[in-house]
């Protein structure tokens, strides 16, 4: 009776259910829609916007009021629309009560545009024009006002025959207009604080002089040539602070109001255009790169929205835990690095040395140091002094010698394992 | 509401009519036309919350394995649906090509396949279904997401089963039943059989050779419906990666190939996995039931960061085991939490039952311990033999309170558990 030759038992197969996918364990009714319509997501949608909606919708309320209940003004001086005792408004409202229509215009090239023969250009200091800019002001058929010009623009603009003067005369002084000019004789009287204008030729006529200023030297000279040019050495006359004193509003608005249209240019750094046709920027680009590159945004704007929708929400995955089992490890050894304990050190590495020697040589765990000693030297036919020290030494000195120390350990380990 | 790359051609087919007509009324007109067109595709397209969608997954699938989601999308509309339909998986599910275009007429339906191949344990969900159906002019499109459930339970990898065979082979040597003639170890008689020569002489049954003309022997084999009970410690310590993956999943490794040999040898096996109560418990399968009721209560279990209840741990193992039995403790040799936890309790069990204590080794330790390369190094060296040392004299105290202790790596821990299992087994000590 045997039992020995038993057939063998079938492999054990593993626990595997996929070899055939027929369990399904999962065949619950045909999911229809998400349980909205399109009246609940509208309404979903309209909680979610509506108090976004309604701050933004305030804002631009407030915003709009705010914009207008103010007209626009500025902080120009000698502006039109600048109320401020710097700004000229008064005198520009003045002018357009009295029917003259004033366009306020900051670039050279309005100014060009709209400086036609028998209207009037007011330049208010040429300090910020460019030398293109002033021949390009100069070519204009129209009147010119000129207030604090400068050299080129007066000099260009009177042929030559006025330029600056250096008169240095009270500025608290009245002074009369001792010339024959009928703005000027109107007036009566003015106050300047200019350094004055001279006439070097005919054609130019000063007036109001001050007490001691040079001979064909004043604050008001007039040029009549192929058009009627006004120069005055102080734009304070202008100014809303002081056109009411003295005569100044009368030959203020005298000058600017000769003509039905007054183009009111105050000119400004960030301008470089000259004229329409050439301009700085923009000029030396075909016109129709502009709208090109709207449309190019208007594609980007479709892309955007091409991209920006996701098909569906990303799947986030609960992950497991990261840390290493070794972290503790590694952070004993940099706690001993940190406190420089290579005492401890070496003698975590000479008691890991010896309990794997002892093992391989048959002692016990609790084997005295001499006799694995003994061992060691029988095995590897080593001093015994060199071994001795080798596992029971003195601390090592510094990082080099516990790295020395180590390696010597692992040599003669291999030695005891490998002999 | 979606746009197709088709909307943003037709803007951009735009200037060539801004170069034809360059005013700023084109580019609004144009954009007002293409907003327009958009609208209407929208309005004409099938409506996707009139589809119907049902879902078909296996329940299970072994890791590394292929399993296949399968997604049954009918056109309940009147319209013709042309969509993209994403099925969403985490990505641990592993899902191949998860976009299906589809083109359906009313009334149809269509079946999409996601392969999936898992590449972590545990049940993995199907997130949402997501249906994108664009309109006739292919411009824009309607979207819904919608949620259809799916599971797919990933059972462990059982990658030390490829140990089984051998470690079978040596059972059947143990069992006396192999080809090869050797007698069986173990205690237990099995049988009567006929002498021949190489048996060993001393167990010659004398008195029943004298009943009958031939010489006779007695045949022993292993004990066997011995009770094996291992428990699975699923505490914070767990929790820790080994390698690349949890230290519980080398513990379930394990458990699995000790599980399927001692089934084989004809021994009850139970198992439950414990931190501050009982999270997974199977007992009373066997035979062919053994391993897909083991495999199916592992999948799911995840380490949870609590400290092991060991009191309770033993008061469990005791209300199970009412005779002597193998414990077979699937823990960590961590010198703190042994001495905290396991240590006080373990006289309890080693005093009624055998008790192994089996623990994954870090393979980084033992690389940390070898690094000779800076100072640095050294230090974590020195810091590296300091717990080895201490896991040694952890192992020794275990040992001294009668506790088989084995240790290995990832990979080795399976089959070095089965030789302690099956060594055990021949010394008769079950």
């Known amino acids: 009776m045997t039992t020995g030759l038993a057939a063998p038992p079938p492999p054990v197969s593993a626990p595997d259910a996929s070899s055939s996918a027929v369990t399904t364990a999962y065949v619950p009714a045909p999911v229809i829609g998400d349980g909205t319509t399109a009246g609940s997501r509208a309404r979903r949608r309209w909680r979610a916007v509506r108090w976004p909606l309604a701050v933004l919708l305030l804002v631009a309320i407030v915003a709009g009021l705010a914009a207008l209940s103010r007209p626009a003004v500025s902080s120009t001086p000698l502006a039109p629309d600048n109320p401020g005792p710097y700004g000229a408004r008064a005198l520009a409202q003045v002018l357009g009560d009295q029917g003259v229509e004033v366009a306020y215009v900051t670039t050279t090239a309005d100014a060009v545009s709209r400086a036609l023969a028998g209207t009037t250009l007011l330049v208010t200091s040429d300090l910020d024009l460019l030398p293109e800019q002033i021949d390009a002001l100069l070519e204009t058929e129209a009147d010119l006002v000129l207030v604090e010009p400068g050299y080129d623009l007066l000099e260009g603009a009177t042929g030559g025959t006025a330029t600056l003067a250096d008169d240095w005369s009270s500025p608290d002084a009245t002074r009369a207009p001792e010339c024959s000019d009928p703005d000027a004789v109107a007036a009566g009287a003015i106050r300047s604080t200019g350094f004055g204008l001279t006439a070097t030729g005919p054609g130019s006529l000063v007036c109001f002089p001050g007490d001691d200023s040079p001979p064909d030297t004043g604050a008001y000279l007039v040029h009549e040539g192929e058009r009627r040019v006004v120069a005055l050495d102080d734009g304070t006359l202008l100014t809303n602070a002081s056109i009411t004193e ?52 208007v594609v980007a704007f479709f892309a955007a929205l091409w991209r920006g929708r996701r098909l569906g929400r990303l799947v986030t995955e609960d992950l497991p835990v990261v840390v290493r089992a070794s972290e503790t490890t590694r952070g004993r050894g940099r706690l001993y690095r940190r406190s420089r304990s290579r005492g401890h050190a070496a003698a975590g590495l000479r008691a890991h040395s010896a309990d794997r020697m002892a093992a391989r040589l048959g002692l016990p765990r609790s ?53 | 509401m979606a746009l197709t790359w088709r909307a943003v051609a037709l803007a951009a087919l735009g200037v060539v009519a801004v170069l034809v007509v360059p005013s700023y009324g084109t580019v609004l007109v144009w954009a007002l036309v293409v907003a327009l067109l958009c609208a209407l595709d929208v309005t004409l397209a099938a409506s996707p919350r009139r589809v119907a969608v049902e879902r078909r997954v296996p329940g299970s699938v072994r890791l590394t394995g292929r399993a296949t989601s399968q997604l049954v999308v009918t056109n309940l509309t009147g319209r013709r649906l042309r969509a993209v339909v994403r099925d969403a998986w985490a990505p641990s599910a592993g899902p191949q090509v998860n976009r299906h275009p589809v083109d359906l007429p009313p009334g149809e339906s269509a079946r999409l396949t996601t392969v999936l191949v898992p590449t972590r344990r545990g049940d993995r969900l199907a997130d949402k279904v997501t249906i994108r159906a664009a309109g006739p002019l292919g411009l824009a499109a309607r979207q819904v997401s919608l949620d259809v459930p799916g599971r797919l339970r990933v059972l462990p990898e059982f990658a030390s089963r490829r140990h089984l065979p051998s470690r079978l082979a040596r059972l059947r040597e143990m069992d006396g039943r192999a080809a090869v003639q050797v007698r069986g170890e173990g205690t237990e008689f099995d049988s009567l059989r006929e002498y021949v020569i190489g048996d060993d002489v001393r167990s010659i049954d004398w008195r029943a050779s004298a009943r009958r003309a031939d010489m006779v ?84 279990i995840e380490p949870a960061l609590l400290e092991t209840d060991w009191p309770g741990l033993v008061g469990s193992v005791h209300q199970r085991l009412s005779q002597r039995a193998l414990v077979v403790l699937l823990t960590t040799l961590d010198p703190a939490a042994v001495e905290t936890g396991l240590l006080p309790v373990v006289g309890q069990l080693t005093s009624k039952h055998q008790v192994v204590v089996a623990s994954v080794a870090d393979p980084e330790v033992a690389a940390l311990r070898a690094a000779r390369d800076s100072s640095a190094d050294v230090y974590d060296a020195a810091a590296a033999a300091r717990v080895e040392l201490e896991r040694t004299a952890v192992r020794t105290v275990l040992s001294q309170k009668g506790v088989e202790v084995v240790e290995g790596l990832p990979e080795e821990l399976a089959p070095r558990l089965a030789d302690t299992y099956l060594a055990l087994k021949a010394a008769g000590r079950l």
């Open chain 1, 246 to 297: 003295d005569g100044n509003a009368a030959l203020a608005l005298r000058s600017l109001g000769r003509h039905e249209t007054l183009t009111w240019f105050v000119p400004s750094l960030t301008d470089a255009t000259i004229s329409e046709d050439v301009g700085a920027g923009t000029g030396t680009l075909p016109p129709w790169v502009s709208v090109v590159l709207v449309q190019l945004l």
């Open chain 1, 367 to 419: 084997a005295a140091a001499p006799a694995l000693i003994d061992a060691i030297v029988r095995a590897t036919h080593r001093p015994a002094e060199q071994v001795a020290h080798l596992l029971y030494g003195p601390p090592p000195a510094d990082d080099a010698a516990l790295l020395e120390l180590a390696r010597h350990l692992d040599q003669l380990e291999s030695e005891v394992f490998h002999p």
């Open chain 2, 217 to 300: 022997v007695r045949t022993w084999r292993p004990e066997r419906d011995r009770r094996v009970l291992i428990v699975l410690d699923t505490s914070r310590t767990s929790a820790a990666r080994i390698g690349d993956e949890p230290r519980l999943d080398a513990s379930i490794e394990a458990a699995l190939l000790l599980s399927a040999l001692a089934g084989r040898a004809g021994d009850r096996v139970e198992l439950f996995a414990y931190d501050r109560g009982v999270r997974a418990r199977v007992a009373g399968a066997a035979g062919p039931r053994l391993m897909p009721a083991l495999a199916d209560a592992l999948a799911p």
